[in-house]
């Protein structure tokens, strides 16, 4: 093994061109299916509410639902740490096919998870650990894919590369909104509450072995000193040396992860508020998954070209800043599947375009040694504070307000805030990785 060092070749995996593209596969791979996994629950949102948190109050219901959707964030800080420790110390590798074996658990207990009316209060409980336990999983995933993908090649590429996890972000909704939407269009609604609604799920714990398999397979040669450092020392130097950075770039995922998560929510409001067929809705779903899935590479490799990450997130992040609320209230007055489907659209390729940039930008803010680590927590804190609670916040405000509308001027504000969070960090894209 080289001698360890803190510069950008010792913090570089050494790995042959097609060992490389193994890696990516692997990494992205594994990753659509851990957004399929947990994204999943979004499209059934009201049917688990009514199986496993009954109530005369429809809304009271939904809202329970979606309470234990935000659950899934409430473990998310404690798995970023534990697991981006775990990624810095041991290796990318280890930690990823970690992160994929233990979603799949989460997902198997919501898929075998008898009903209220089966077992009583203990059908919710289970419901809201499979959710801890899959928050925890998602916690790691994200610093440490991002960081393979950031440091499996060279700099020229490095933005094209990140923009895979936003990618794989699309992918995984595609499939989760793409087979709710099928299942809604050839099971009648009897079925669907009967049992129709675990197949999702069902399904992600069948093709798990796919993405343990392809990241326990791949290559790693790590010689940066985090593999040999201390747990201790690395949040150490995460929370003194870089403490400036790890704030802004929490604040920098603030916007993008409020918006998304209004975005995925489009299906239950569309239901919810506006009486549409649930089969119809779900295209809304499938929709921003394929746009994410184009529009983030095209914004990675732009970045790279521009070699600039600021300049796009504040195109991005702006064209949302001034564009959230019209939207909203065009979609208000006129409440068709044909308004809510080119208007989502829109609204997503701008939050993919700033999006896939400010990944970049994260990792790109922190040295080899604590970037697993920092970004993992920085992630969790923003998507368990704000991503997290975005639906049950949107629920509540309407709930109160009356006002249709209410979530954009919350997503309005929280892209803001991230705007400037991104103003204060440094440009990275033309710089060499430390």
Not at 73 to 88: E, K, M, N, V
């Amino acid at each position: 093994m080289p001698t360890t060092n803190n510069t950008d070749a010792a913090a570089t995996v050494t790995v042959r061109s097609g060992s490389r593209k193994m890696m990516i596969a692997g990494t992205v791979i594994g990753n659509c299916l851990e957004f399929y996994d947990f994204t999943v629950y979004t499209y059934f949102a009201v049917i688990i509410g009514k199986l496993y948190f009954p109530s005369q109050d429809p809304t009271v219901s939904l809202m329970s639902s979606v309470a234990t959707f935000a659950a899934g964030f409430i473990t998310r800080p404690l798995g970023s740490l534990l697991l981006g420790l775990y990624a810095d110390r041991r290796g990318r590798k280890a930690a990823l096919s970690l992160t994929i074996l233990l979603m799949a658990f989460g997902t198997g207990l919501i898929a075998i998870t008898p009903t209220y009316d089966q077992i009583g209060v203990a059908a919710p409980i289970l419901i809201v650990l499979a959710r801890l336990l899959q928050g925890f999983s998602q916690g790691g995933e994200f610093g440490t894919a991002t960081s393979t993908l950031l440091e499996a090649g060279d700099q020229k590429a490095r933005g094209l590369r990140v923009s895979w996890q936003l990618a794989t972000q699309g992918t995984g909704t595609i499939l989760g909104a793409g087979l709710a939407a099928l299942l809604s269009a050839t099971l009648s609604r009897e079925a669907l509450d009967a049992w129709g609604w675990r197949l999702p799920f069902i399904f992600g714990v069948l093709i798990a072995p796919v993405g343990i398999y392809l990241r326990r397979n791949l290559h790693e040669d790590w010689v940066a000193s985090a593999t040999e450092g201390s747990a201790t020392g690395i949040l150490r130097e995460l929370f003194t040396t870089h403490l400036r950075t790890q704030i802004l770039i929490t604040l920098t995922g603030m916007g993008g992860t409020v918006t998304v998560y209004l975005l995925n929510f489009m299906p239950i409001y569309a239901i919810k508020t506006f009486g549409l067929p649930m089969a119809t809705s779900m295209l809304v779903g499938v929709s921003t998954g394929m746009v994410t899935m184009f529009a983030g590479p095209l914004a990675g490799a732009t970045s790279d070209r521009l070699r600039s990450r600021k300049t796009l997130i504040f195109i991005g992040r702006g064209a949302l800043l001034v564009g959230l609320l019209p939207a909203f209230l065009f979609i208000n007055r006129t409440p068709s599947v044909s308004v809510i489907l080119p208007i989502t659209a829109c609204l997503t390729f701008f939050y993919a375009f700033g999006s896939a940039t400010s990944f970049t930008l994260m990792c790109e803010s922190l040295p080899r040694a604590v970037r697993a680590t920092g970004i993992s927590i920085a992630y969790a804190v923003s998507v368990c504070v704000f991503g997290g609670t975005a639906q049950f916040v949107s629920v509540w405000l309407v709930r109160i307000s009356g006002d249709p509308v209410a979530p954009a001027w919350y997503a309005t504000a929280c892209v803001a805030v991230s705007l400037l969070a991104v103003s204060l960090l440094k440009e990275t894209g033309n710089k060499s990785l430390r």
